[in-house]
């Protein structure tokens, strides 16, 4: 139902924002082919959750002394906001492998996506990219947590050295990069030194 009023919500905005004949089709035509695209992505992504956790069952009933079904097995009950299964997981990997940068990785989501800590969680993310500079899941989870706009294009930078063909450099790079821009030109503006002074 809230779908349905969202779609609603959305076409309204759609049409103030470019009445028919003024492209207003096409904007519309865009948005309907958005949300089916998302539908098929959240459909696959549930699909590819169940083999995750049908591979990470199978991976720890073969080799329960090795954290790497436990680390995948933590991912798949991270994703689904299980976090009393997370926890079951996270102890198990630590009890296998204390030392693993997943577990560094998986502390940051819990804190960010639990805790909604995520002063936290840049730390863990930013001690795992201390161990691994080319761990891109954890830069992109650094990257997604910053609140002001200088430190997402930092952080947008590093995922673009990594990776300029990441899936979120395609998608946000350009927007970030224009928010970015205005921001350093309404800081000027002010008198304000460009990047805060960095």
Excluded: C
């Amino acid at each position: 139902m809230a779908g349905v009023a969202l779609g609603e919500e959305a076409d309204r905005i759609l049409a103030r924002a470019a009445p028919a004949g003024e492209g207003g089709a096409t904007l519309r035509d865009q948005a309907a082919a958005m949300t089916e695209v998302s539908e098929a992505l959240m459909a696959m992504a549930e699909h590819r959750y169940a083999i995750g956790k049908a591979l990470a069952e199978k991976v720890i009933a073969a080799a329960p002394d090795s954290y790497l079904g436990y680390r995948v097995a933590a991912d798949y009950h991270r994703l689904q906001h299980q976090w009393e299964a997370f926890d079951q997981m996270v102890a198990k990997i630590e009890a296998t492998n204390p030392d693993s940068n997943g577990l560094l990785f998986l502390r940051g989501a819990a804190a960010a996506q639990r805790d909604f800590d995520f002063r936290a969680a840049s730390e863990f993310y930013r001690q795992a990219l201390q161990r691994d500079p080319q761990f891109i899941r954890a830069q992109m989870a650094l990257m997604l947590g910053q609140s002001e706009i200088a430190a997402v294009h930092a952080e947008l930078q590093k995922l673009k050295a990594l990776n300029p063909d990441h899936y979120l450099v395609r998608w946000t790079g350009a927007a970030i990069e224009a928010d970015y821009q205005q921001w350093r030109a309404e800081q000027a503006a002010a008198g304000a030194a460009p990047d805060g002074g960095r």
